[in-house]
């Protein structure tokens, strides 16, 4: 069984006359309002299980700590990005807020680039198991890994996978993952993606900046929140940027959250918060739209609210 990577059309976007940093799917999750307290995310290092990532993009400078390729394209020290995919993911996790392109949730968090998609769209489960192994392992001087991001799935269930998922929850990370592209624009049918449907991970929705469902978007009672995934702008391959749609896209946005939270709140109480603690955060600073709950879970997240 191979996991894969939600890829939808991609739109190249120029934004020489760019006048608003800020994308709004960062602004509708109000990152900015907590950006003070939180650090920016200073610190905070996030494993991204996907594509790779164009570690030389203008607005990721600085962002990424390390990485590795897990996959046959290459060898491992080569986690070039060919999809776009992981850089557009990067880039609403930590894009620098430096008046230039966009920025991201956690615009200082760092980034552990670990890559599991081939050139194929595919991750094979084991290659994606010796990841999260890694992310589990790996440190840099007191750093070590706080959250991994998985936007890729499967309608299958896996022992190997899940393991692992649960080793490395047991290890202090948590793992944000999408819900999956199946959706029928009603919300009233299940469609279950795996890892996002394992009870360790947080599930994620997508809605667009308006705050309607996103017509892809799975709905199952394993979805834990939505966040924006709808025509996001970000990073792309190559220096440039570009909008996606998918619940790809809503994962970063809570990704970059959690590094927000974990910053704020382990400066207010002077200790390490645990796994649940952050999900139960994350659930927490969410608002109600009204939909159904296999929809939208707790709701849209609202880091403000």
């Given at each position: 069984?191979?996991?894969?990577?939600?890829?939808?059309?991609?739109r190249?976007?120029?934004?020489?006359?760019?006048?608003?940093?800020?994308?709004?799917?960062?602004?509708?999750?109000?990152?900015?309002?907590?950006?003070?307290?939180?650090?920016?995310?200073?610190?905070?290092v996030?494993?991204?299980?996907?594509?790779?990532?164009?570690?030389?993009?203008?607005?990721?400078?600085?962002?990424?700590?390390?990485?590795?390729?897990?996959?046959?394209?290459?060898?491992?020290?080569?986690?070039?990005?060919?999809?776009?995919?992981?850089?557009?993911?990067?880039?609403?996790?930590?894009?620098?807020?430096?008046?230039?392109?966009?920025?991201?949730?956690?615009?200082e968090?760092?980034?552990?680039?670990?890559?599991?998609?081939?050139?194929?769209?595919?991750?094979?489960?084991?290659?994606?198991?010796?990841?999260?192994?890694?992310?589990?392992?790996?440190r840099?001087?007191?750093?070590r890994?706080?959250?991994?991001?998985?936007?890729?799935?499967?309608?299958?269930?896996?022992?190997?996978?899940?393991?692992?998922?649960?080793?490395a929850?047991?290890?202090?990370?948590?793992?944000?993952c999408?819900?999956?592209?199946?959706?029928?624009?009603?919300?009233?049918?299940?469609e279950?993606?795996?890892?996002?449907?394992?009870?360790?991970t947080?599930?994620?929705?997508?809605?667009?900046?308006?705050?309607?469902?996103?017509?892809?978007?799975?709905?199952?009672?394993?979805?834990?929140?939505?966040?924006?995934?709808?025509?996001?702008?970000?990073?792309?391959?190559d220096?440039?940027?570009?909008?996606?749609?998918?619940?790809?896209?809503?994962?970063?946005?809570?990704?970059?959250?959690?590094?927000?939270?974990?910053?704020?709140?382990?400066?207010?109480?002077?200790?390490?918060?645990?796994?649940?603690?952050?999900?139960?955060?994350?659930?927490?600073?969410?608002?109600?739209?009204?939909?159904?709950?296999?929809?939208?879970?707790?709701?849209?997240?609202?880091?403000?609210?």
């Amino acid at each position: 069984m191979d996991l894969h990577m939600f890829l939808p059309p991609v739109r190249i976007v120029d934004i020489t006359n760019n006048k608003q940093e800020i994308p709004p799917g960062v602004s509708l999750i109000s990152a900015p309002d907590v950006w003070e307290e939180s650090q920016r995310g200073d610190g905070i290092v996030i494993a991204i299980l996907d594509s790779g990532c164009q570690v030389d993009h203008p607005d990721l400078s600085g962002r990424i700590v390390s990485g590795r390729n897990f996959t046959q394209d290459g060898g491992v020290e080569d986690y070039t990005d060919t999809s776009g995919h992981g850089t557009h993911i990067a880039g609403t996790i930590a894009a620098n807020l430096d008046n230039y392109g966009v920025a991201g949730v956690a615009p200082e968090a760092d980034l552990l680039i670990l890559k599991v998609i081939g050139s194929d769209g595919l991750a094979q489960i084991q290659q994606v198991v010796a990841a999260l192994d890694y992310a589990i392992a790996w440190r840099k001087g007191t750093q070590r890994v706080r959250v991994i991001s998985m936007s890729l799935g499967s309608a299958h269930h896996n022992v190997a996978l899940h393991e692992a998922i649960k080793r490395a929850v047991s290890a202090g990370i948590a793992i944000i993952c999408s819900a999956g592209n199946e959706g029928d624009n009603c919300g009233d049918t299940i469609e279950i993606s795996y890892p996002g449907a394992y009870p360790e991970t947080l599930c994620v929705g997508a809605i667009d900046i308006e705050l309607n469902m996103a017509p892809f978007t799975n709905t199952n009672d394993t979805v834990d929140l939505v966040a924006p995934g709808n025509e996001i702008l970000s990073t792309w391959i190559d220096g440039k940027y570009a909008v996606m749609s998918g619940t790809s896209m809503a994962v970063p946005h809570v990704t970059g959250a959690a590094a927000l939270i974990i910053n704020e709140l382990e400066r207010e109480l002077g200790r390490t918060i645990s796994v649940q603690e952050i999900y139960e955060q994350l659930k927490a600073r969410t608002e109600p739209l009204g939909f159904k709950r296999t929809v939208e879970g707790h709701g849209v997240l609202m880091l403000d609210s």
